[in-house]
Protein backbone atom coordinates (compact mmCIF):
# COMPACT_ATOMS: atom_id res chain seq x y z
CA UNK A 1 0.00 0.00 0.00
CA UNK A 2 1.69 3.59 -1.16
CA UNK A 3 2.25 5.30 2.04
CA UNK A 4 2.26 8.76 0.49
CA UNK A 5 -1.77 7.86 -0.46
CA UNK A 6 -4.53 9.88 2.02
CA UNK A 7 -7.86 8.28 3.02
CA UNK A 8 -11.19 9.17 3.44
CA UNK A 9 -13.66 8.31 6.23
CA UNK A 10 -17.09 8.80 5.56
CA UNK A 11 -20.49 9.07 7.21
CA UNK A 12 -24.32 7.25 6.40
CA UNK A 13 -24.14 10.20 3.63
CA UNK A 14 -21.13 9.83 2.58
CA UNK A 15 -19.77 12.80 3.40
CA UNK A 16 -16.37 12.94 4.34
CA UNK A 17 -15.69 13.04 8.09
CA UNK A 18 -12.21 12.62 8.36
CA UNK A 19 -8.94 12.46 6.59
CA UNK A 20 -5.98 9.74 7.42
CA UNK A 21 -2.78 8.24 6.04
CA UNK A 22 -2.47 4.46 4.91
CA UNK A 23 -1.72 3.56 9.03
CA UNK A 24 -5.40 5.72 10.15
CA UNK A 25 -3.60 8.53 11.57
CA UNK A 26 -6.53 11.23 10.98
CA UNK A 27 -4.89 14.54 9.51
CA UNK A 28 -7.96 16.56 9.84
CA UNK A 29 -11.70 16.04 10.66
CA UNK A 30 -14.94 17.17 8.81
CA UNK A 31 -18.80 18.18 11.25
CA UNK A 32 -21.58 20.06 9.23
CA UNK A 33 -24.70 21.22 10.08
CA UNK A 34 -27.91 19.36 8.52
CA UNK A 35 -27.82 20.94 5.03
CA UNK A 36 -23.72 20.06 4.28
CA UNK A 37 -22.07 23.60 6.03
CA UNK A 38 -19.25 22.38 6.87
CA UNK A 39 -16.91 23.06 9.93
CA UNK A 40 -12.90 22.00 9.79
CA UNK A 41 -11.22 20.21 13.20
CA UNK A 42 -7.80 19.50 14.20
CA UNK A 43 -7.62 15.49 15.21
CA UNK A 44 -8.51 15.89 18.47
CA UNK A 45 -11.59 17.71 17.62
CA UNK A 46 -10.42 21.29 17.96
CA UNK A 47 -12.01 23.93 15.46
CA UNK A 48 -9.25 24.53 12.82
CA UNK A 49 -7.78 27.91 13.47
CA UNK A 50 -8.00 29.53 10.12
CA UNK A 51 -11.46 27.57 9.12
CA UNK A 52 -9.63 26.05 6.06
CA UNK A 53 -8.70 22.34 4.86
CA UNK A 54 -4.60 22.17 4.95
CA UNK A 55 -5.54 19.00 3.00
CA UNK A 56 -6.95 20.87 0.17
CA UNK A 57 -9.62 18.52 0.65
CA UNK A 58 -12.41 19.83 -1.68
CA UNK A 59 -15.05 17.00 -1.49
CA UNK A 60 -16.84 17.41 1.81
CA UNK A 61 -21.25 16.83 2.17
CA UNK A 62 -22.38 13.53 0.16
CA UNK A 63 -19.21 13.12 -1.18
CA UNK A 64 -19.72 15.97 -3.58
CA UNK A 65 -17.30 18.68 -4.83
CA UNK A 66 -16.73 21.95 -2.99
CA UNK A 67 -16.42 24.95 -5.96
CA UNK A 68 -14.62 27.78 -4.87
CA UNK A 69 -14.98 30.63 -7.13
CA UNK A 70 -14.79 34.71 -7.19
CA UNK A 71 -11.29 34.61 -5.72
CA UNK A 72 -13.01 32.72 -2.45
CA UNK A 73 -15.52 34.27 -2.09
CA UNK A 74 -18.32 31.79 -3.19
CA UNK A 75 -18.37 28.23 -2.12
CA UNK A 76 -20.79 25.89 -3.60
CA UNK A 77 -21.48 22.35 -3.80
CA UNK A 78 -21.13 21.19 -7.29
CA UNK A 79 -23.57 18.42 -7.63
CA UNK A 80 -23.27 17.05 -11.66
CA UNK A 81 -26.50 18.61 -12.87
CA UNK A 82 -26.90 21.80 -10.59
CA UNK A 83 -24.88 23.93 -7.81
CA UNK A 84 -26.38 23.80 -4.21
CA UNK A 85 -25.82 26.14 -1.85
CA UNK A 86 -25.16 24.94 2.01
CA UNK A 87 -25.62 28.07 3.58
CA UNK A 88 -29.49 28.36 2.27
CA UNK A 89 -30.36 24.75 2.01
CA UNK A 90 -31.36 24.41 -1.32
CA UNK A 91 -30.15 24.42 -4.95
CA UNK A 92 -29.32 27.60 -6.79
CA UNK A 93 -31.47 26.69 -10.13
CA UNK A 94 -34.68 24.42 -11.12
CA UNK A 95 -34.44 20.67 -11.05
CA UNK A 96 -34.01 20.00 -14.81
CA UNK A 97 -35.73 16.54 -15.35
CA UNK A 98 -39.24 17.35 -16.66
CA UNK A 99 -38.08 20.71 -17.88
CA UNK A 100 -34.80 20.52 -20.08
CA UNK A 101 -35.14 18.08 -23.03
CA UNK A 102 -33.37 15.26 -23.34
CA UNK A 103 -32.28 13.79 -26.40
CA UNK A 104 -31.41 10.40 -24.44
CA UNK A 105 -35.20 10.02 -23.85
CA UNK A 106 -38.81 10.41 -25.61
CA UNK A 107 -40.90 12.97 -24.68
CA UNK A 108 -38.99 13.70 -21.47
CA UNK A 109 -40.58 17.53 -21.50
CA UNK A 110 -43.51 17.18 -18.61
CA UNK A 111 -44.81 20.29 -17.51
CA UNK A 112 -46.41 18.18 -14.87
CA UNK A 113 -44.26 15.38 -14.64
CA UNK A 114 -41.21 17.93 -12.90
CA UNK A 115 -43.26 18.55 -9.71
CA UNK A 116 -43.52 15.25 -9.08
CA UNK A 117 -41.02 15.48 -6.50
CA UNK A 118 -42.98 18.06 -5.01
CA UNK A 119 -44.00 22.00 -5.43
CA UNK A 120 -40.23 23.25 -4.69
CA UNK A 121 -38.32 22.81 -7.73
CA UNK A 122 -34.74 24.29 -5.29
CA UNK A 123 -35.68 21.95 -3.15
CA UNK A 124 -33.11 19.70 -1.59
CA UNK A 125 -33.92 16.28 -0.90
CA UNK A 126 -37.51 16.79 0.27
CA UNK A 127 -36.49 18.73 3.37
CA UNK A 128 -35.02 15.51 4.61
CA UNK A 129 -30.73 15.97 4.27
CA UNK A 130 -29.73 14.21 7.37
CA UNK A 131 -31.71 10.57 5.90
CA UNK A 132 -31.64 10.96 1.95
CA UNK A 133 -29.15 11.88 -0.95
CA UNK A 134 -29.32 13.67 -4.33
CA UNK A 135 -25.83 13.50 -5.57
CA UNK A 136 -26.78 14.17 -9.23
CA UNK A 137 -28.76 17.17 -8.73
CA UNK A 138 -31.51 14.87 -10.10
CA UNK A 139 -33.81 13.91 -7.09
CA UNK A 140 -35.15 10.51 -7.64
CA UNK A 141 -34.59 8.68 -4.81
CA UNK A 142 -37.88 10.10 -2.94
CA UNK A 143 -39.46 7.48 -5.10
CA UNK A 144 -38.11 4.60 -3.12
CA UNK A 145 -38.71 6.28 -0.03
CA UNK A 146 -42.24 7.20 -0.92
CA UNK A 147 -43.26 3.77 -2.37
CA UNK A 148 -41.76 2.33 0.64
CA UNK A 149 -43.88 4.53 3.27
CA UNK A 150 -46.93 4.24 1.13
CA UNK A 151 -47.16 0.33 1.04
CA UNK A 152 -45.63 0.14 4.62
CA UNK A 153 -48.80 2.71 5.72
CA UNK A 154 -50.92 0.42 3.99
CA UNK A 155 -50.08 -3.07 5.24
CA UNK A 156 -49.86 -1.23 9.00
CA UNK A 157 -53.63 -0.10 8.19
CA UNK A 158 -54.57 -3.54 7.87
CA UNK A 159 -53.80 -5.21 10.67
CA UNK A 160 -55.77 -5.64 13.67
CA UNK A 161 -55.93 -2.71 15.89
CA UNK A 162 -54.80 -4.74 18.99
CA UNK A 163 -51.73 -6.12 17.20
CA UNK A 164 -50.37 -2.53 15.08
CA UNK A 165 -47.07 -1.76 16.20
CA UNK A 166 -46.87 1.39 17.73
CA UNK A 167 -45.48 4.76 16.98
CA UNK A 168 -41.62 4.07 18.11
CA UNK A 169 -41.52 0.84 16.78
CA UNK A 170 -43.46 1.92 13.36
CA UNK A 171 -40.66 4.72 12.80
CA UNK A 172 -37.80 2.01 13.78
CA UNK A 173 -39.27 -0.21 11.03
CA UNK A 174 -39.73 2.02 7.90
CA UNK A 175 -36.65 3.26 8.95
CA UNK A 176 -34.51 0.49 8.40
CA UNK A 177 -36.69 -0.54 5.45
CA UNK A 178 -35.89 3.05 3.88
CA UNK A 179 -32.35 3.07 4.68
CA UNK A 180 -31.15 -0.30 3.24
CA UNK A 181 -33.18 0.53 0.53
CA UNK A 182 -31.67 4.00 -0.51
CA UNK A 183 -27.49 2.38 0.18
CA UNK A 184 -27.86 0.05 -2.70
CA UNK A 185 -27.62 3.20 -4.62
CA UNK A 186 -24.11 3.88 -3.48
CA UNK A 187 -23.17 6.97 -5.70
CA UNK A 188 -19.46 5.80 -4.97
CA UNK A 189 -18.90 2.32 -5.95
CA UNK A 190 -19.47 0.30 -9.13
CA UNK A 191 -22.97 -0.54 -10.02
CA UNK A 192 -23.86 -4.04 -8.89
CA UNK A 193 -26.03 -4.74 -11.61
CA UNK A 194 -28.65 -7.56 -10.38
CA UNK A 195 -29.44 -5.08 -7.35
CA UNK A 196 -31.13 -2.67 -10.00
CA UNK A 197 -32.85 -4.99 -13.20
CA UNK A 198 -29.92 -3.71 -15.41
CA UNK A 199 -27.61 -5.22 -17.32
CA UNK A 200 -23.61 -4.14 -17.65
CA UNK A 201 -23.32 -2.76 -21.36
CA UNK A 202 -21.38 -4.66 -24.23
CA UNK A 203 -21.22 -3.56 -27.74
CA UNK A 204 -21.56 -7.20 -29.20
CA UNK A 205 -23.87 -8.93 -26.86
CA UNK A 206 -25.78 -11.67 -27.71
CA UNK A 207 -29.30 -12.66 -25.98
CA UNK A 208 -27.42 -15.12 -24.03
CA UNK A 209 -25.78 -12.04 -22.47
CA UNK A 210 -29.68 -11.03 -21.91
CA UNK A 211 -30.45 -14.04 -20.38
CA UNK A 212 -27.45 -14.17 -17.94
CA UNK A 213 -28.05 -11.00 -16.59
CA UNK A 214 -31.60 -11.53 -15.98
CA UNK A 215 -31.05 -14.68 -14.29
CA UNK A 216 -28.39 -13.24 -12.26
CA UNK A 217 -31.25 -10.65 -10.57
CA UNK A 218 -33.66 -14.04 -9.88
CA UNK A 219 -30.34 -15.04 -7.93
CA UNK A 220 -30.07 -11.70 -5.98
CA UNK A 221 -33.29 -11.42 -5.73
CA UNK A 222 -33.05 -15.32 -3.70
CA UNK A 223 -30.03 -14.19 -1.73
CA UNK A 224 -31.62 -11.93 0.10
CA UNK A 225 -34.74 -13.80 0.80
CA UNK A 226 -32.55 -16.45 2.24
CA UNK A 227 -30.48 -14.20 4.09
CA UNK A 228 -34.41 -13.00 5.33
CA UNK A 229 -35.39 -16.10 6.55
CA UNK A 230 -32.08 -17.03 8.06
CA UNK A 231 -32.15 -14.02 10.42
CA UNK A 232 -35.53 -14.73 11.26
CA UNK A 233 -34.05 -17.93 12.73
CA UNK A 234 -31.72 -16.07 14.98
CA UNK A 235 -32.36 -14.57 18.35
CA UNK A 236 -31.17 -11.71 17.23
CA UNK A 237 -31.70 -11.53 13.90
CA UNK A 238 -34.93 -9.00 13.68
CA UNK A 239 -33.32 -6.49 12.29
CA UNK A 240 -30.96 -7.95 10.27
CA UNK A 241 -34.06 -9.56 8.32
CA UNK A 242 -35.76 -6.29 7.60
CA UNK A 243 -32.28 -4.83 6.36
CA UNK A 244 -32.12 -8.15 3.74
CA UNK A 245 -35.83 -6.83 3.53
CA UNK A 246 -35.52 -3.35 2.49
CA UNK A 247 -32.48 -4.54 -0.21
CA UNK A 248 -34.73 -6.77 -1.70
CA UNK A 249 -37.45 -4.05 -1.77
CA UNK A 250 -34.77 -1.86 -3.47
CA UNK A 251 -34.37 -4.54 -6.24
CA UNK A 252 -38.18 -5.27 -6.83
CA UNK A 253 -38.67 -1.87 -7.36
CA UNK A 254 -36.23 -1.11 -9.81
CA UNK A 255 -37.85 -3.94 -11.84
CA UNK A 256 -40.83 -1.35 -12.45
CA UNK A 257 -38.77 1.48 -13.15
CA UNK A 258 -35.82 0.45 -15.48
CA UNK A 259 -37.33 -3.05 -17.52
CA UNK A 260 -37.70 -2.75 -21.27
CA UNK A 261 -40.05 -4.41 -23.21
CA UNK A 262 -38.78 -7.62 -25.05
CA UNK A 263 -39.99 -6.92 -28.39
CA UNK A 264 -38.63 -3.58 -29.06
CA UNK A 265 -40.27 -1.36 -30.75
CA UNK A 266 -39.77 2.87 -31.31
CA UNK A 267 -39.97 3.08 -27.63
CA UNK A 268 -38.48 -0.75 -25.27
CA UNK A 269 -39.56 1.78 -22.34
CA UNK A 270 -43.48 1.42 -23.44
CA UNK A 271 -44.65 -1.67 -22.13
CA UNK A 272 -47.74 -1.39 -18.65
CA UNK A 273 -49.26 1.92 -20.73
CA UNK A 274 -49.64 -0.50 -23.39
CA UNK A 275 -50.47 -3.84 -21.77
CA UNK A 276 -47.65 -5.38 -21.41
CA UNK A 277 -47.02 -6.10 -17.65
CA UNK A 278 -45.67 -8.24 -15.42
CA UNK A 279 -44.09 -8.95 -12.07
CA UNK A 280 -40.44 -8.79 -10.50
CA UNK A 281 -40.93 -13.15 -10.73
CA UNK A 282 -42.84 -12.80 -13.85
CA UNK A 283 -40.44 -11.06 -16.31
CA UNK A 284 -41.02 -13.33 -19.63
CA UNK A 285 -41.97 -9.80 -21.46
CA UNK A 286 -38.93 -8.36 -20.25
CA UNK A 287 -35.24 -8.00 -20.22
CA UNK A 288 -33.14 -5.92 -17.98
CA UNK A 289 -32.13 -2.74 -19.68
CA UNK A 290 -28.25 -1.82 -20.31
CA UNK A 291 -25.87 0.78 -18.66
CA UNK A 292 -22.81 1.76 -19.48
CA UNK A 293 -21.13 3.65 -16.14
CA UNK A 294 -19.83 6.22 -17.99
CA UNK A 295 -21.18 9.76 -19.60
CA UNK A 296 -19.43 9.16 -22.76
CA UNK A 297 -21.00 7.97 -25.88
CA UNK A 298 -22.47 5.72 -26.59
CA UNK A 299 -24.47 5.05 -24.01
CA UNK A 300 -26.86 1.87 -22.73
CA UNK A 301 -30.31 1.80 -22.93
CA UNK A 302 -30.57 3.31 -19.38
CA UNK A 303 -29.26 6.57 -19.75
CA UNK A 304 -26.28 7.21 -17.52
CA UNK A 305 -27.35 8.41 -14.17
CA UNK A 306 -31.01 9.58 -15.06
CA UNK A 307 -34.13 7.45 -14.61
CA UNK A 308 -35.17 6.33 -17.92
CA UNK A 309 -38.68 6.55 -17.57
CA UNK A 310 -40.40 9.54 -17.09
CA UNK A 311 -42.09 9.24 -13.54
CA UNK A 312 -44.72 11.75 -15.05
CA UNK A 313 -45.59 10.05 -18.36
CA UNK A 314 -48.56 7.93 -18.77
CA UNK A 315 -45.79 5.04 -18.64
CA UNK A 316 -44.52 6.17 -15.32
CA UNK A 317 -47.76 6.68 -13.47
CA UNK A 318 -48.72 2.82 -14.95
CA UNK A 319 -44.79 1.59 -13.66
CA UNK A 320 -45.54 3.35 -10.60
CA UNK A 321 -49.35 1.92 -9.59
CA UNK A 322 -48.36 -1.70 -10.61
CA UNK A 323 -45.01 -1.47 -8.46
CA UNK A 324 -47.31 -0.15 -5.40
CA UNK A 325 -49.88 -3.09 -5.73
CA UNK A 326 -46.89 -5.49 -6.17
CA UNK A 327 -45.91 -4.32 -2.89
CA UNK A 328 -48.64 -4.78 -1.27
CA UNK A 329 -48.44 -8.54 -1.84
CA UNK A 330 -45.09 -8.03 -1.07
CA UNK A 331 -45.30 -6.93 2.26
CA UNK A 332 -48.48 -8.54 3.74
CA UNK A 333 -46.29 -11.81 2.81
CA UNK A 334 -42.93 -10.81 4.56
CA UNK A 335 -43.79 -8.44 6.88
CA UNK A 336 -46.48 -10.58 7.91
CA UNK A 337 -44.15 -12.96 8.97
CA UNK A 338 -41.72 -10.68 10.48
CA UNK A 339 -44.32 -9.71 12.70
CA UNK A 340 -45.33 -13.02 13.79
CA UNK A 341 -41.56 -13.63 14.66
CA UNK A 342 -40.41 -10.48 15.63
CA UNK A 343 -43.61 -8.19 17.76
CA UNK A 344 -42.44 -8.77 20.63
CA UNK A 345 -39.05 -7.68 20.14
CA UNK A 346 -39.95 -4.64 18.31
CA UNK A 347 -42.10 -3.62 20.96
CA UNK A 348 -39.32 -3.78 23.82
Not at 122 to 135: G, H
Not at 225 to 233: D, R, V
Not at 306 to 317: D, F, I, M, Y
Request: one cysteine or more; aromatic letters at 14%.
Amino acid sequence: MPTTHKYYIHDHLYSSVAEANYVGTVGERYEYDAYGKCYILEPNFAPDPDGKSDANNPFLFTGREMDTLDNGNLKIMNYRHRYYDTYTGRFTTHDPLGIVPNAQQLNRFDLIGQYKDGMNLYEYVQSSPTNRLDPSGLWRSGHHIGLTEKAFKTWVSGLPSTSKPDKKCDNKMLNILQTANLKQDNPFMPPVYEHHYTRKYIADETVADKIKADKDYETYLKSEKTEFNTALGLLTGCWKALEALGRMDHALQDFYGHAINRTGGFDPFEAWSTGTTGTPYQRSSFWPPSYRNSPKPPSGEHPYKEEPVNPGSAEGVARKNAAFSFMIDHYNKYLGKWWKDCKCVCCK
